[in-house]
T-cell receptor, first 114, second 115 residues
Framework: DTEVTQTPKHLVMGMTNKKSLKCEQH?????MYWYKQKAKKPPELMFV???????INESVPSRFSPECPNSSLLNLHLHALQPEDSALYLC?????????????FGDGTRLSIL | QKEVEQNSGPLSVPEGAIASLNCTYS??????FFWYRQYSGKSPELIMS????GDKEDGRFTAQLNKASQYVSLLIRDSQPSDSATYLC???????????????FGQGTILTVHP
């Protein structure tokens, strides 16, 4: 079991749907991350939140909208996604003022766009 | 462009052998180095972290770091079939004034340990 919890584990949605991915951690980490991982590729960074504020957006299309309502929660709102957005979406967290501390990953949400 | 390169693989070793995984990185400002293991269909799992030159051992795993050569390696002794997975090298570098840096992953090396 991981200390970063992601829900749902699997999600199938149509291109016109709106859905949200949720991530929760209780490790006291104040940096949280969203990654996208396609098959046989490494994780690609999408967004970074530090102290609940968006600090890095890796030029992600606006159909992905992150939200960090508090220090334990991170959401990713999805709208009008494309088939190529099908992937494993990973949430991670780490301490902020400790660049040597590793990121801890959740189990991910496997997203399929019909 | 900060790059992390891993030996291409796939790597196949017999059970009980030593598996050697290698990684080079381009950013000399990189501060911390990690090895993640990822089983098929699962998320990355941290198995080793290393921050200073030299060796770090944890059970059957040894990580080696040489900052002058910009080189990181992972040795797995007494390899087991359960070690069969993709191994991701990840390098943390300072980013845009942040205090936590950005993690850059290598492409991963697929390891198969056959009985």
């Amino acid at each position: 079991d991981t200390e970063v919890t992601q829900t749902p584990k699997h999600l199938v949605m149509g291109m016109t749907n709106k859905k949200s991915l949720k991530c929760e951690q209780h490790m006291g980490h104040r940096a949280m991350y969203w990654y996208k991982q396609k098959a046989k590729k490494p994780p690609e960074l999408m967004f970074v939140y530090s102290y609940e504020k968006l600090s890095i957006n890796e030029s992600v299309p606006s159909r992905f909208s992150p939200e960090c309502p508090n220090s334990s929660l991170l959401n990713l709102h999805l709208h009008a996604l494309q088939p190529e957005d099908s992937a494993l979406y990973l949430c991670a967290s780490s301490h902020v003022r400790a660049p040597n501390q590793p990121q801890h990953f959740g189990d991910g949400t496997r997203l399929s766009i019909l | 462009q900060k790059e992390v390169e891993q030996n291409s693989g796939p790597l196949s070793v017999p059970e009980g052998a030593i598996a050697s995984l290698n990684c080079t990185y381009s950013d000399r400002g990189s501060q911390s180095f990690f090895w993640y293991r990822q089983y098929s269909g699962k998320s990355p799992e941290l198995i080793m972290s290393i921050y200073s030159n030299g060796d770090k051992e944890d059970g059957r795993f040894t990580a080696q770091l040489n900052k002058a050569s910009q080189y990181v390696s992972l040795l797995i002794r007494d390899s087991q079939p359960s070690d069969s997975a993709t191994y991701l090298c990840a390098v943390n570098s300072p980013a845009g004034g942040t205090s936590y840096g950005k993690l850059t992953f290598g492409q991963g090396t697929i390891l198969t340990v056959h009985p």
